[in-house]
């Protein structure tokens, strides 16, 4: 682990101020509604440092950019991707469900796919959710949504199942849960 990553902090340079942003911050910025992707940002943004930052430096917020291909309903992702690293204010964040379209990555029921890319000063990295990572309860639960509500115990378990997979992510190396793509 490089020096900028400290236990479950990512650690990013904001001009001279350097700040240690942990799992717990990013849940307290964007709630638990879609806390499974907060979980997958987070590990995102940790591996894709660890991969394109220079040892021993802290990445600037200004030089990180991030792609997802899950879309702006993935809100979870998009606001813990912001609260790190401002991607969204500075205009350095896309949420393209076509982007993935060619990449072997796990697909979401809305089209999009599980598959991100972090960009640090010009050094990018691909990473797709591995396979069996995603239940196929979240999908079929998210499958269902999207043709009629959820009733009040279906949108219950869904909820749970979102808790179930981000402490899943949170338990494993980020390097455990995702397919890297040299880019």
Do not use: C
């Not at 990445?59 to 997802?68: A, G, L, Q, T």
């Not at 609260?83 to 379209?101: C, I, L, N, P, Q």
């Not at 796919?113 to 691909?126: A, L, M, Q, R, S």
């Amino acid at each position: 682990m490089g020096d900028w990553d400290v236990g479950q902090f990512i650690r990013v340079k904001d001009r001279d101020t350097v700040l240690e942003i942990s799992y717990e911050d990013m849940i307290k910025y964007h709630g638990r509604f879609n806390i499974g992707g907060v979980a997958l940002a987070f590990k995102a943004l940790e591996l894709g440092f660890q991969r394109t930052v220079p040892p021993g430096e802290i990445p600037e917020r200004n030089k990180i950019s991030f792609v997802s291909a899950l879309g702006e309903s993935a809100t979870g992702v998009v606001d813990a991707v912001e609260m790190a690293t401002r991607a969204v204010s500075r205009g350095a964040m896309s949420t393209d469900m076509d982007f993935g379209r060619d990449v072997n990555a796990p697909s979401n029921p809305d089209g999009g796919k599980f598959y991100f890319e972090v960009t640090y000063d010009g050094k990018k990295i691909g990473l797709s959710v591995k396979a069996g990572l995603i239940p196929e309860e979240f999908t079929g639960l998210l499958t269902i949504a999207m043709s009629r509500h959820l009733n009040w115990e279906e949108m219950q378990r869904l909820q749970e199942v979102k808790e179930e997979i981000a402490t899943l992510v949170m338990s494993k190396e980020a390097e455990e849960l995702f397919d890297i793509h040299q880019l």
